[in-house]
């Protein structure tokens, strides 16, 4: 059976509307077909024969229910992405000036682990806390190990220092260095749903708004703005920006703003 023949439009129409009220994530024509292929794995997975089956175990099983949400969430990443932003970030920083960093949608963890590794060779003082709304992602960030192929942009006279590299069966893996773990903190938040933990001085949340709409956009950004200090940088992705978007915010390069 391929499950993806048997998904009528109203059962589409359904799961795209709860998708988009559960993570703000737009599931437009052009993502139609990813839907119905992760959709087919779940039901694989779950020994679902039919799609009314499966949405019927969703409405039931809160466990299946982040696994769906997992499955159509993209969570492509990798170390040193668009790292201008933080290099621009550390020439901006006080190095005696302790500083709270929150890297909101941070996927499997290489992004934060980017950031401690550059703000610890330069010797800030720093904490980051580190989020996302896949549970899945988190597990994978925390446990700090990661495939050799996803370092292929980090500095290679760096690597030593930051990564211990696998041996026996974890050969062909690496694991972030202690002393960088120890500066990030991971925890699960939902951008559309639930309210910033504390306030920080400065935000990255990149690459993940290019899945919302315009008014979701906005909501995210109300959201985040008040958790961030005066003086405090807000950093999106390079193909996102706040155009379109109320905000304060004065832009500084590309993608990066300054709350006044
Ligand atoms: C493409 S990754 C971006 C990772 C990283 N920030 C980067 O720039 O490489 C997008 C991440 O956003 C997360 N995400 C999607 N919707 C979210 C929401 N409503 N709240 C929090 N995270 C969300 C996904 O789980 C995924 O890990």
């Known amino acids: 059976m391929t499950a993806s023949a048997d998904i009528t439009p109203s059962q589409l129409s ?32 779950t020994q679902k024969r039919t799609v009314s089956d499966y949405m019927k175990q969703l409405q039931q099983d809160e466990t299946e229910f982040l ?24 020439s901006q920083l006080d190095p005696s000036v302790p500083v709270k960093i929150w890297c909101a949608a941070c ?4 992004e934060p682990y ?5 703000l610890m060779d330069g010797g800030f003082r720093f904490s980051i806390f580190a989020t ?6 988190l597990a994978a960030a925390r446990t700090g190990i990661f495939p050799k192929e996803r370092l292929k942009q980090f500095p290679k006279p760096s690597l030593s220092r930051y990564f211990q590299r696998g041996q026996g069966k974890r050969e062909g893996s690496v694991r972030v260095k202690p002393e960088v773990r120890h500066h990030v ?10 309210r910033p933990p ?13 899945y919302f709409d315009t008014a979701t956009r906005q909501k995210v950004i109300d959201r985040l703005l008040p958790a961030l200090k005066p003086g405090g940088y807000l950093f999106v992705g390079l193909s996102e920006s706040l155009s379109g978007i109320r905000h304060p915010l004065i832009n500084q390069i590309p993608s990066a703003y300054r709350k006044n």
Do not use: P, W
């Open 114 to 118: 980017s950031i401690g590794a550059q």
């Open 14 to 45: 359904t799961l795209s509307k709860l998708i988009y009220s559960e993570t703000g994530i737009v599931i437009g024509e052009k993502k139609l077909a990813l839907l119905r292929a992760r959709l087919a794995k779940r039901m694989r997975f």
């Open 132 to 137: 996302d709304i896949s549970d899945t992602m």
């Open 107 to 110: 996927s499997s963890g290489e």
């Open 198 to 210: 504390d306030i920080f001085d400065v935000i990255f949340c990149r690459n993940v708004m290019i």
């Open 185 to 194: 903190t991971f925890g699960k938040f939902n951008l559309i749903a639930d």
């Open 67 to 90: 696994h769906f949400l997992d499955a159509i969430t993209t969570n492509h990443t990798y170390f040193f992405r668009e790292n201008r932003h933080c290099e621009y970030l550390i």
